[in-house]
């Protein structure tokens, strides 16, 4: 592969930095007003927390009995998340000129759109208070907690990840995954995930979140990261 002309590149993280940025204070909006409309809720039930707590949360059942039109409302918000997914796949897919572009354009703007949505909420309500802070992540397939350092990182991770790919399909050094690369950035993957949905049930039934499960979230980030830096830093047969 060529290497990419100067206006190319610089057009391609432009965009994607642009689009990550704006997008995160779309989602940070959003958050803003789904937290005015539930307040009332909150209140109906007494739930012993603070205004800026999201635990514990309102449990399905309590849902179905006082207030069916936010239980529809939660199903919509599922799909909207599953929406904000296709929306950055699609971004990343018209900024890529094959499937190892799309990928890291995808991660980026996942990266960028998750720090700059902790970001505005900072700055629109001042919510986080702390990196430490308990956040509640995604709802699909079930929910997924953790302190916002957790997603952080793992953002800057992918950001991380997806610059170096592209920076050497740009320079005409492309990263090539083979099966075992794949095999330890999709197994560190599902630790991440597993470390951030451990706690589901508990959360379901309006439990407090018990402590995070850091080993398993360093050990996710150690295997992804290991299986993608051992296919950038093989030598490549002449």
């Not at 909207?80 to 796949?89: C, K, S």
């Not at 997924?144 to 793992?154: F, R, T």
């Not at 995070?212 to 950038?232: D, K, T």
Request: glycine share 10%; net charge positive.
């Amino acid at each position: 592969m060529s290497v990419a002309p100067s206006s190319g590149w610089k057009r391609t993280t432009l965009a994607l930095l642009l689009f990550g940025i704006s997008f995160g204070y779309v989602e940070a909006a959003v958050v803003v007003y789904l937290r005015v409309l539930n307040e009332p809720l909150r209140q109906q039930f007494h739930l012993e927390r603070g205004p800026d707590d999201l635990f514990p949360v309102v449990t399905l059942d309590q849902l179905k009995a006082v207030s069916p039109d936010t239980l529809r409302l939660l199903k919509t918000e599922v799909a909207r998340e599953a929406a904000t997914l296709v929306m950055l796949g699609t971004v990343a897919l018209c900024l890529c000129a094959n499937l190892r572009q799309w990928v890291a354009s995808f991660v980026i703007l996942f990266g960028v759109w998750d720090i700059a949505f902790y970001a505005f909420l900072r700055l629109l309500i001042g919510w986080p208070r702390s990196v430490l802070t308990w956040d509640l992540l995604y709802l699909i397939p079930v929910p997924w907690v953790g302190p916002v350092l957790a997603p952080v990182l793992v953002s800057l991770s992918m950001i991380g990840a997806g610059f170096v790919v592209l920076v050497r399909e740009w320079t005409g050094k492309p990263v090539h995954l083979g099966p075992v690369n794949w095999l330890g950035i999709v197994a560190g993957g599902l630790i991440i995930v597993l470390a951030f949905t451990w706690d589901h049930r508990n959360i379901m039934a309006g439990g407090m979140p018990n402590p995070f499960n850091w080993p398993m979230f360093i050990g996710g980030e150690a295997v992804g990261l290991g299986g993608f830096f051992h296919a950038v830093w093989k030598k490549r047969p002449v």
